[in-house]
């Protein structure tokens, strides 16, 4: 692929310093033909389905992208907002209060969101920054736990840009925030909220994303970033052991997944006569289609089918100011070294 023409560096000239953001991606509006483009995009990464293309292409183009978008587009009106998808809609907002944290502690930096699969593109907004003279820029995948699937996808789309582009900025990457305190205390500080003001559960389900489990056996930390979350967030809460458990959700194809499942331990929750659960998703930052139809409103279903009496999910972090300015600190913290002081530029 040949390089692009781009404006020409004037030597001596300080660049200005950028934050790109990066979450999943959502379809452009919750309509089959939307929602069909961007599951042809996110189930065409190798990083995601790692079966040989010569054997899931066909799958993919004969079979699941002929009935799923119908199925997705369907979910996904359910919890359309007016303003467009949640996870977007978040989105926005982090990037927006990111920017303000970061200039309330004197840091004047180009902020920007972008989206793995869907729009705005990771490489046009690389291209919107280096357009804004931003010649180092950090890159932030919106994934506490780092995974292949996740967080190196993030890492191939910028390559991808970068071997298309003639001058590379700087660029650095915040691969994991799993164990940060700042992020830990802000889940917990959600936690807390909620029970303040609905009082506690009979049982705390801390759900992340499902994977493959091979995934596992070959070398990804995920799941165990999951644990350690956890692990962290229950000791924060001073919960005893039989007053959390962890699950994994979303699972997707016949390939043997990380358990336990979420839906088949609400079943169980509500069978052995647990009266109420809280379910929280530490892995995402943003709620979204995994949270807030599946855990809010399918695994609800399950668990008061099988007996339980209440079901509380408690909303992702969102734009909880405890959350941002964690948020803050982990790009402060990975900005050390690299020039942002000065008098804030528009956004």
């Known amino acids: 692929m040949p390089f692009r023409p781009e404006p020409a560096v004037q030597p001596g000239r300080a660049g200005r310093t950028g934050v790109l953001l990066c979450n999943l991606g959502t379809p452009d509006a919750p309509t089959p033909a939307a929602t069909r483009r961007y599951l042809a995009e996110f189930l065409s990464d190798r990083r995601v389905v790692e079966i040989p293309p010569v054997v899931w292409k ?47 502690r004197g840091h004047s930096v180009s902020v920007r969101l972008a989206m793995r699969y869907g729009q705005p593109s990771i490489a046009s907004q690389l291209d919107e920054l280096k357009a ?31 071997r298309r582009t003639r001058h590379v900025p700087e660029l650095r990457f915040v691969n994991r925030f799993h164990d940060d305190p700042g992020y830990i205390r802000a889940l917990a500080r959600l936690v807390h909220h909620h029970w303040q003001s609905h009082g506690r559960p009979g049982r705390l389900v801390m ?16 799941v165990d970033e999951c644990l350690e979350t956890a692990r962290l967030l229950a000791g924060r809460l001073a919960l005893k052991q039989d007053e959390w458990v962890v699950s994994f959700q979303s699972r997707f194809g016949k390939a043997r997944w990380v358990e336990p499942a979420t839906q088949a331990t609400l079943e169980d929750l509500g069978r ?25 409103m399918e695994n609800r279903d399950a668990f008061l089918a099988a007996g339980g009496r209440e079901f509380h999910y408690i909303p992702c972090l969102n734009d909880h100011p405890s959350w941002l300015a964690a948020l803050a600190e982990i790009v402060q913290t990975h900005l050390q070294g690299w020039p942002t002081r000065g008098r804030p530029a528009a956004e």
Not at 63 to 86: C, D, F, N
């Open 272 to 296: 052995a006569g647990v009266p109420r659960v809280d379910v929280i998703c530490p892995g995402f930052t943003a709620d979204c289609l995994e949270t807030l139809e599946e855990i809010a």
């Open 207 to 222: 759900s992340f994303h499902g994977v493959p489990e091979r995934t596992r056996t070959m070398g990804d930390p995920y």
């Open 58 to 104: 066909p799958i993919l183009h004969g079979a699941v992208l002929r009935t799923r978008p119908a199925q997705s587009a369907a979910r996904y009106k359910s919890i359309w907002l007016p303003e467009g998808s949640p996870l977007m809609v978040w989105s926005k907002r982090q990037a927006t209060m990111l920017r303000g944290y970061l200039g309330e």
């Open 132 to 162: 804004r003279g931003c010649t180092r820029i950090l890159v932030v995948p919106m994934y506490p736990q780092y995974s292949g699937t996740t967080t190196a996808s993030v890492i191939d789309a910028v390559g991808a840009w970068a």
